[in-house]
């Protein structure tokens, strides 16, 4: 559990460090998005703990792509990414 809240900090650290605003994505369009993916996260941890280390190898993967983002495009991107692989 601690390892996916890991996780899940430094993929919002992304979005602190994505600081040109794009036209599509607002510093506050990515912190929902950010609060989204930790939900999808919680609940899907919740809902069957055994899928929790296929997960923390998915999340990180994607992490990974996006570790140099620099906008906030880019941010949302790897939040939308982030959720809809959480979700399956």
């Known amino acids: ?18 600081c040109s605003k794009g036209p599509e994505c607002t510093q506050e369009i990515a912190a929902k998005k950010a609060q989204d993916m930790a939900a999808a996260l919680q609940a899907a941890i919740t809902k069957d703990p055994s899928k929790a280390a296929d997960l923390t190898a998915k999340v990180q993967a994607v992490t990974t792509k996006y570790r140099g983002a620099t906008t906030l495009d880019e941010a949302c991107k790897a939040y939308d990414e982030l959720t809809a692989t959480i979700k399956g």
Do not use: I
């Open 1 to 18: 559990m601690k390892k996916f809240l890991l996780v899940a900090v430094g993929v919002a650290a992304l979005a602190g460090s994505a």
